[in-house]
């Protein structure tokens, strides 16, 4: 009798050692040389079977198929608030404060269906590790930062804390510093890309896709002003590199993310006065478009005219 007490004691304890390595930082020598006091939790990466990865080429597009944070989202932003998750890269940058360093959209804002570990998922239309490095190089010991920041109906972005993870690059490739070995159930997230786009979006021979996405010119720190996604200001781009910005002001989408963004925005104003479903607000938000077209072509005419 005693010895099957035992013998479920020490199963009971191996199994709680296993599930603890799935959640430990992947072991490494190489030490990182800066604190970030706002970090809760980490951040695992996985591949597109959801097995964790803690290696890859920057040149890959998505970056990653999916992350999940070791923590649960905040409250209020949890599955059943209707929260999701998305992935920015950050570049870091000595002798100035995490708060204040350059940030980069690499994934879609991502429902997920697990408060324990929220996930985010990529798409090929997301970026690479390379369109972000391009604008952002990995100058402090080839360095970069992942943060996961939440999102939910009627409440604004969550960015307080967040769960983190650190990468080095050297040439095309990325590995993982510090981290979390997580797996992935991909079934439980979604990118609203998926979501809001057809299929045929995503079809590898799509422009979408083929054409790279440019990075869009930042908004300088400490200009105070703040560029609404899909507004002309946010929509600009450059051909030189973006000025540093400020996570509490701005975090530069690329084009797809603000065309991603802006449609999310009007169709969640559309859906919330009539209640429809998002491709009756979409095509909602198609009308008022074409009818601003035909607003402005009538006035074109007109000016023509006299």
């Not at 490494?28 to 597109?48: I, K, R, W, Y």
């Not at 429902?111 to 490095?133: I, K, V």
């Not at 009539?274 to 005419?301: E, F, K, T």
Request: hydrophobic letters at 40%.
């Amino acid at each position: 009798m005693t010895s099957h007490r035992l013998m479920r004691t020490g199963s009971g304890l191996a199994a709680v050692f296993l599930a603890g390595t799935l959640l430990a930082p992947p072991a490494s020598a190489e030490s990182v040389p800066f604190t970030d006091s706002a970090v809760q939790g980490s951040v695992g990466l996985c591949d597109a079977s959801g097995h964790p990865l803690s290696a890859g080429s920057t040149l890959n597009h998505p970056y990653v198929t999916a992350v999940g944070s070791t923590l649960p989202a905040p409250p209020g932003y949890g599955a059943h608030d209707g929260g999701k998750a998305t992935l920015y890269a950050f570049q870091p940058r000595r002798d100035v404060d995490p708060g204040q360093w350059s940030g980069y959209q690499l994934t879609g804002s991502s429902s997920y269906a697990e408060d324990a570990h929220p996930l985010a998922a990529g798409t090929n239309l997301d970026p690479s590790l390379q369109d972000f490095l391009s604008a952002y190089p990995a100058k402090w010991d080839g360095l970069v930062q992942l943060r996961i920041y939440y999102t939910a109906p009627n409440r604004v972005p969550y960015r307080r804390t967040y769960p983190a993870a650190v990468l080095r690059v050297r040439g095309k490739g990325w590995s993982v510093v510090q981290g979390a070995q997580l797996n992935c159930d991909l079934a439980k997230v979604v990118s609203s890309e998926k979501l809001l786009l057809p299929s045929s979006a995503f079809d590898p021979a799509h422009p979408a896709v083929t054409d790279a996405p440019a990075l869009s010119a930042a908004t300088p720190a400490g200009s105070g002003s703040v560029a609404a996604p899909g507004s002309p200001a946010a929509s600009s781009h450059s051909s030189t590199r973006p000025a540093p910005t400020s996570p509490s002001r701005a975090v530069s989408p690329s084009p797809a993310k603000q065309t991603e963004l802006s449609t999310v925005a009007d169709a969640r104003r559309a859906g919330s006065t009539s209640g429809s479903s998002p491709w009756l607000a979409l095509a909602a938000a198609a009308i008022g478009v074409a009818g601003l077209a035909g607003a402005v072509g009538w006035r074109s005419r007109l000016r023509r005219t006299r």
